[in-house]
């Protein structure tokens, strides 16, 4: 068999948030993957190091978790008042698949600086010292988010005392605002209903919020699917049984929001919706070994991505869970003590966030949300290039 040369691919390898993701402007991918298609999507596979039957993405870049197998492609805007097009994929670990359903609120956090530092941001919007206002149109789910980088001497500045749950080191603060983070074009609760009655077969039937806000969520009691709401990753990731019960919970409330027709198109579908689980504030031990006290947060969530619960809360979650409890009705805002509110704290397995967000009753009695802002941080990890068997695509 003769051997076929690497090629090399401009890169950078950035955590945003809670998340790890490979870079791309747009530009700078061989010209079959500028587009959407095939090539695209199996070139960022081999990237990542998927399909991988061992679940460990030893031959790539990822990190054999949700949160570290992603991949983003930035270009110049074509939006008007937009800098910036993100695209987000979700490469499945053990599967030949890109999920490219929803957006990662977590690596927004790190668009605006690469952004900036890729030349994707005219210059005379850039300051010498301050903020930079990062207008992202996010390509996915057709939104606007605004990003607010800190700027030192012209260039981003990433090292800063601004402290993120689920991430070990300080870094400099980045404020994200999700404009009208409503998720599609149809009603922010898809069903018409705060509050449904989600009947899964051979489970049982759940009180359950479903939400497209940020990203389309099915939200549970904790106490209906038999848990405290307090659990960490090693208490149900273990689990092969309760991992497919939460599955199952997902493709049916997938179907009653309207996203697939029938569950078994769920498993083309893994990126979204998210399936989460809430419990009134009650004290617990992070995973960190930090000890998190009910007085200091509103409601205790724990959620699942990719099939796993996550080791803190993904960003578009957290939009999610945000928009839900400022709506009076609803399961997370039932869960945390009701009534109107414009921002909650939440406990997760690694800590706590806060979350400010505004949503409206309009006059035929829908909801829209009308913002949703969080802190984040993001820092570059390497920058150069990844390199990809010839013959990939």
Known sequence: MASVPQIKIPATYIRGGTSKGVFFRRQDLPAAAQEPGEARDKILQRVIGSPDPYGQQIDGMGGATSSTSKTVILDKSTQPDHDVDYLFGQVAIDKAFVDWSGNCGNLTAAVGAFAIAGGLVDASRIPENGTCTVRIWQKNIQKTIIAHVPVTNGEVQETGDFELDGVTFPAAE???????????????????????????????????????????????????IGYKGTELQKDINGNAEALARFEMIRAHGAVKMGLIKDVSEAAARQHTPKVAFVTPATDYTASSG??????????????????????????????????????????????????????????????TLRVGAAAEQLANGDWRAKKAVMSRSARVLMEGFVRIPGDTF
């Open 290 to 351: 930090k000890e998190i006290k009910a007085s200091d947060i509103d409601v205790c969530v724990r959620a699942l991505s990719m099939g796993k619960l996550h080791h803190a809360m993904m960003g578009t979650a957290s939009v999610a869970i945000a928009t839900a409890a400022a709506v009076p009705g609803t399961v997370v805002n039932l869960a945390a003590g009701g009534g109107d509110r414009e921002a909650v704290t939440f406990g997760h397995p690694s800590g």
């Open 174 to 224: 980045v404020v994200v605002e999700f404009m009208d983070p409503a998720d599609g074009e149809g009603s922010m609760f898809p069903t018409g209903n705060l509050v449904d009655d989600l009947e899964v077969p051979g489970i049982g039937t759940f009180k359950a919020t479903m939400i497209s806000a940020g990203i389309p969520t099915i939200f549970l009691n904790a106490e209906e």
